[in-house]
């Protein structure tokens, strides 16, 4: 089993910035790859940042440029830094933890809202 909490989520300013946080606990944090979801109202949840298993990382084109997913694997956290927010971005963050595919991630956290006004 793993454990996931985002912490971060809030009400900020378009252009602003924001950081996200994932605390992974339960079994070894390196037996997954880590990786941002978020979902608007009334849309689908989908996949913004994750890692490979490469190490290499994956962005969805909507927020290249703008967003980098991070982490320390001392402390079994992964981060996304938000910069350049726009009202479009506003949505519950969610982080997950897969083996094999982000069609099915193993693990999910309970989100973070994350609203960007104009």
């Known amino acids: 089993q793993v454990q996931l909490v985002e912490s971060g989520g809030g009400l900020v300013q378009a252009g602003g910035s924001r950081r996200l946080s994932c605390a992974a606990s339960?079994?070894?944090?390196?037996?997954?790859?880590m990786g941002w979801f978020r979902q608007a109202p009334g849309k689908e949840r989908n996949l913004v940042a994750a890692?490979?298993?490469?190490?290499?990382?994956y962005y969805a084109d909507s927020v290249k440029g703008r967003f980098t997913i991070s982490r320390d694997n001392a402390k079994n956290t992964v981060y996304l830094q938000m910069n350049s927010l726009k009202p479009e971005d506003t949505a519950v963050y969610y982080c997950a933890a897969r083996q094999t595919s982000w069609v099915r991630p193993d693990y999910w956290g309970q989100g973070t809202q994350v609203t960007v006004s104009s």
């Open positions: 890692f490979n298993w490469s190490g290499s990382t």
């Open positions: 339960g079994r070894t944090f390196s037996s997954y790859v």
